[in-house]
């Protein structure tokens, strides 16, 4: 069954650097999602990207955060300078119609010190 | 408060009960899902609901979705130790929001 793959399963990154989170959607998807999620909190919404352009962006998804789809099969969410607050794990997630039935993947949860 | 509030925050149960979990929303939408996320892993999808349908089955799992209070619910059956997990409700508020909106989620824990 085709699953939605993240790299890496756990990154530790010092303050103020950049990070770079990799996702591979399921290949005949359409809209791709990043998701995060604070330890012991719900799931946030951060970005959508459709026809190689976000759609949708959250508040969170300030000018720090990017995300790229470089080939027919990677997605990445950067992060530019990473603050505290940034740690929490990342979900990608894909979907072929939209917003339904979201496929996600098993997150990289990011640590920054 | 917020978009897609599940209550209880937990529930434990014996194995072989059933677990009934509850969803409220504020704004509009076009369809309701339920996600399983085990301890530290991935989220998987459960099962849709779209906003004209008022009850939805898939195996042991039963959704009910209730426009009009803005609710739903997630019955498991026979509840077994692997449905040990945290329960969240998820919306795409309705125009075309390109997004799923998440709730707090029920972590239920079945007892052996």
């Known amino acids: 069954e085709p699953e939605v793959t993240q790299t890496p399963s756990h990154q530790v990154t010092q303050m103020g650097q950049e990070v770079i989170l990799r996702c591979v959607p399921i290949?005949?998807?359409?809209?791709f999602y990043w998701y995060r999620q604070i330890l012991g909190q719900k799931v946030e919404f951060l970005v959508s990207f459709y026809n190689n352009e976000i759609s949708e962006k959250s508040e969170i998804f300030d000018d720090q955060f990017s995300v790229e789809r470089p080939d027919g099969s990677n997605f990445t969410l950067k992060i530019r300078s990473t603050k505290l607050e940034d740690s929490a794990m990342y979900f990608c997630?894909?979907?072929?119609?939209?917003?339904?039935?979201?496929?996600f993947g098993p997150g990289t949860r990011l640590t920054v010190t | 408060s917020q978009q897609g509030e599940e209550d209880p925050q937990a529930l434990s149960i014996q194995e072989g009960e059933n677990a009934t979990m509850n969803c409220s929303y504020k704004?509009?939408?076009?369809?309701l899902q339920w996600y399983r996320q085990n301890s530290g892993r991935g989220l998987v999808h459960l099962i849709l609901i779209r906003s004209n349908e008022r009850e939805k089955h898939s195996g042991r799992l039963r959704v009910t979705l209730d426009t009009s209070k803005k609710s739903s619910s997630l019955l498991i059956t026979a509840s077994r130790a692997a449905d040990t997990a945290s329960y969240f409700c998820?919306?795409?508020?309705?125009?075309?929001?390109?997004?799923?909106?998440f709730g707090q989620g029920t972590r239920l824990t079945i007892n052996p």
């Open positions: 998820a919306t795409d508020p309705f125009q075309g929001a390109q997004k799923l909106v």
């Open positions: 290949s005949n998807h359409l809209y």
């Open positions: 704004t509009s939408i076009n369809n």
């Open positions: 997630a894909s979907s072929r119609d939209g917003p339904y039935e979201q496929y």
